[in-house]
């Protein structure tokens, strides 16, 4: 087997990996971004990645069932928190996403505290070992991919705010093991930034375009260089989203604006007050009104 078939024995399967976690995350992301909970993401990661950690040291099979159960079991748990905290304290939403990241990511911490590997466990879990996954992590993720696309372009309207942290915290569970936090979190944002500024229409095409040219750029340039790739696949892809909102100049929401402000009839003038007019109630006043009617009572 020569170098370059070697090489794309490698690459295949994660450019599969990378496509199943674009289908998903690139219009989970517009949403995302519409909602305002942007780090919504790497909360829920983290829980599931922190079921994960707790399966994987209570004996169960890294890519098995079990723990694919274990891990989307905590995913939804804090899916359901966040839609509790949602209903309860809008205001302060954001910042409790980012109290659940803090606790699930010291909780991995804790249970990884006294094993030998937990670096390395961790280290997998954040940056992701997109070049090494397994054919049944590919069939679980097509799997997930499959009802959420089902599910996404067909009930969207129908899916309510439980359903879409629950939906979003099942697409979660299978993507971080697929790719880990820091490409999770990079394909569900940046697209979604950098395309914004785009009609409506253009974004989620766009969206995919970007976000499945920078797997291609990021796997192909980690290796011809020999880096790792999921670092260079996040650089790719902030570099390529740069390029591509700097490419939108008309942003839909002041489009909205400006063709509502010039659809809209202006009001009628006011005419001026009178300022002339004798106060009634002054029976020292003998000016005469400038009304016709008036002065013509005045006459003798």
Not at 147 to 168: D, S
Not at 218 to 245: E, R, T, Y
Not at 262 to 277: A, D, G, I, K, M
């Amino acid at each position: 087997m020569s170098n370059v078939e070697a090489e794309l024995s490698i690459l295949w399967p994660a450019l599969v990996a990378g496509i199943l976690v674009v289908l998903s995350h690139v219009p989970l992301g517009q949403q995302v971004l519409s909602r305002g909970i942007v780090f919504i993401d790497l909360a829920i990661a983290q829980v599931a990645g922190l079921g994960v950690i707790a399966a994987h040291t209570f004996g169960l099979a890294a890519g098995g069932w079990s723990a694919q159960v274990a891990a989307a079991a905590a995913a939804l748990a804090g899916a359901l928190l966040l839609t509790w905290t949602e209903h309860k304290r809008p205001e302060v939403q954001e910042a409790l996403i980012g109290i659940l990241f803090v606790l699930a990511s010291t909780a991995q911490i804790l249970i990884l505290a006294n094993d030998p590997h937990g670096g390395e466990d961790l280290k997998d879990l954040l940056a992701g070992q997109i070049l090494w996954v397994t054919p049944q992590q590919l069939l679980h993720g097509a799997l997930v991919t499959l009802v959420f696309l089902l599910a996404w372009f067909r009930f969207r309207m129908h899916l309510g705010r439980v359903g879409f942290y629950i939906i979003f915290a099942l697409v979660v569970t299978i993507s971080v093991q697929l790719v880990g936090v820091y490409l999770v979190f990079t394909t569900l944002i940046v697209p979604a930034v950098a395309t914004y500024r785009y009609p409506e229409r253009r974004q989620l095409p766009l969206g995919y375009l970007l976000a499945l040219a920078s797997y291609v750029i990021g796997l192909v340039l980690s290796a011809v260089f020999d880096l790792p790739s999921s670092p260079v696949i996040v650089w790719a892809m902030a570099l390529v989203g740069l390029s591509v909102h700097f490419g939108g100049r008309h942003s839909p929401q002041s489009d909205g604006a400006l063709g509502a402000a010039s659809t809209t009839p202006s009001p009628p003038p006011v005419p001026p007050r009178n300022q002339t007019t004798p106060r009634m109630s002054d029976p020292g006043n003998t000016r005469a009104d400038s009304s016709p009617g008036i002065a013509a009572d005045n006459l003798p």
